[in-house]
Nanobody, 117 residues
């Protein structure tokens, strides 16, 4: 059974940083591209970032480019999202997803990120 468990969310002031983690199990993590997706209240999902199996092919949404960094540790079956210079508009439920936009088949339960003073 595919399991994706996100952690690291919380309440942070504007300009602050958070690091999200996603622990993967139940499949061969190193064989799949992985993504982070977020959904703010009342809005549809936004694909934030994606990374290929080896970590050499990375994409970011324009809204987070230069502020967020995706990475993965295939030895630890873990996906990360380092978020810096956080803005109130980054407030959302952040999901780890197996695959990329258009071909994703599993999401985690999500971790809440709230950016507020």
């Amino acid at each position: 059974e595919v399991q994706l468990v996100e952690s690291g969310g919380g309440l942070v002031q504007p300009g602050g940083s958070l690091r999200l983690s996603c622990a993967a199990s139940g499949f061969i993590f190193s064989s799949y591209d992985m993504s982070w997706v977020r959904q703010a209240p009342g809005k549809g999902p936004e694909w934030v970032s994606a990374i290929n199996t080896g970590g050499g092919n990375i994409d970011y949404a324009d809204s987070v480019k230069g502020r967020f960094t995706i990475s993965r540790d295939n030895a630890k079956n873990t996906l990360y999202l380092q978020m810096n210079s956080l803005k109130p508009e980054d407030t959302a439920l952040y999901y780890c997803a197996r695959g990329r936009e258009g071909d994703s088949d599993s999401w985690g339960q999500g971790t809440q990120v709230t950016v507020s003073s």
